[in-house]
């Protein structure tokens, strides 16, 4: 692991539970680390893939991702994949499905449950073991996508994901990328999961911490980032710049030039996408 990169470790631990489990049924059932935090034997990665399955096709939709029956020959990057929740749809729908994240046991777990519910031989599954660079060539896939990921990296990481993401999109592709904005309780929140992640280094409290579900996930929230602070940089490189929200944050775009705003009831009231075409 990298020095200096505490932001890292959570996931790490997360991935280490996952492998632990003898299957993905049972990350589902007794962790709920990668994306809902509800457990119980009751559950099934069936019904945890069916929610990614529900979501996807909605995004490929109104984020215009698609390309009629054309679809089976263009490629999509997922960026932090966890265990693959949304890549077996996305797997149904585009010919090459490179599935990113940061951990070796979640992509283990996510092959595993696209083998069971999506197309196998679409997938391929990529180490971000730097937490910021995407082992990929540059202008080779059509579609980046990423839900829930970016707020969970360190904010350089994040910006150099959101670079990568353009470096490997080709001219005329498009990106589709989740963001988490300020909200009432970060300015608690923010500060306390940083001081978890200095904790989880310290010998003999770090793996006890490392291992309590609500300490995991306060040191998980890395940062908050606002449509100005990620488009404003990048805006000459992008064509088509939409800003998607929540109905209820209506507040005008500010230091974002030439972007549209969009709005729809399914996305959380603290996120925003950026979904542009890539020059
Ligand atoms: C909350 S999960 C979301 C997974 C999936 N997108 C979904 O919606 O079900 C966040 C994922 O991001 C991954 N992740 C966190 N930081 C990352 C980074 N710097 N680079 C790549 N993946 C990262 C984590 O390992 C985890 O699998």
Not at 103 to 114: H, M, N, Q, T
Request: aromatic content about 8%.
């Amino acid at each position: 692991m990298p020095r200096r990169r505490p932001q890292l470790i959570p996931w790490k631990v997360a991935g280490r539970v996952t492998e632990a489990q003898a299957s993905a049924d049972e990350v589902v059932q007794a962790t709920g680390w990668v994306f809902n935090n509800e457990t119980g034997d009751t559950l099934t990665l069936a019904e945890f893939v069916a929610t990614g399955d529900n979501e996807v096709p909605v995004y490929l939709d109104r984020f215009h991702l698609l390309d009629g029956d054309g679809d089976d020959r263009r490629t999509l990057i997922e960026i932090g994949c966890g265990i693959g929740r949304m890549t077996c749809a996305f797997t149904r729908r585009f010919g090459t499905v490179i599935a990113c994240d940061l951990d070796a046991g979640f992509l283990e777990r996510c092959r595993e449950a696209v083998a069971r519910f999506g197309k196998v031989d679409r997938l391929r599954t990529i180490e971000v073991a730097d937490g910021r660079t995407l082992n990929v060539p540059d202008d080779s896939v059509d579609v980046a996508f990423s839900y829930i990921t970016l707020q969970h990296c360190e904010r350089d990481d994040a910006l150099a994901l959101v670079d990568e993401a353009l470096r490997v999109v080709k001219p005329g592709g498009r990106i589709a990328l989740n963001f988490r904005s300020w909200s009432g309780v970060d300015p608690i929140v923010l500060p306390v999961g940083a001081v978890v992640r200095v904790l989880i280094r310290v010998p003999g409290i770090g793996g006890w911490l490392s291992r309590q579900r609500t300490t995991t996930r306060l040191a998980w929230q890395a940062n908050r980032l606002d449509p100005h602070q990620v488009v404003g940089p990048i805006q000459d490189r992008l064509g088509d710049i939409a800003v998607w929200r929540n109905p209820s944050r209506s507040a005008p775009l500010w230091g974002v030039k030439h972007a549209s705003s969009e709005h729809f009831e399914g996305i959380n009231k603290n996120h925003w996408w950026l979904v542009a075409d890539v020059k």
